[in-house]
């Protein structure tokens, strides 16, 4: 079962440094990943919430939004 990762590492924002993940030449959801033992997509991690709530349409309506998937296995996207 995969897990979704809504976010993106923030180390001095929100998420503090992580040493192990910043002298990796893994991504951070690679670095999850290898961590979690399971797939990691990233998801909504590329909009606020408050867009989709407030400007989010139906598919296929005039303006509505398209998010992307991003994963390596097909079949955990």
């Known amino acids: 079962m995969p897990a979704i990762d809504t976010s993106n590492y923030y180390p001095l ?3 503090g440094r992580l040493p192990e993940l910043e002298i990796s030449d ?3 959801s690679e670095w ?3 961590h ?3 797939p990691v997509l990233k998801v909504f991690n590329n909009i606020l919430a408050a867009h989709l ?3 989010g ?3 296929g309506k005039p303006g509505c939004i398209v998010l ?3 994963g390596d296995e ?3 996207k």
């Open 57 to 59: 349409q139906p598919a």
């Open 68 to 70: 992307l998937v991003a």
């Open 32 to 34: 999850v990943q290898q």
């Open 53 to 55: 709530e407030h400007n």
């Open 13 to 15: 924002l929100r998420d």
């Open 36 to 38: 979690l033992g399971r």
């Open 74 to 76: 097909a079949t955990a």
């Open 26 to 28: 893994l991504t951070e």
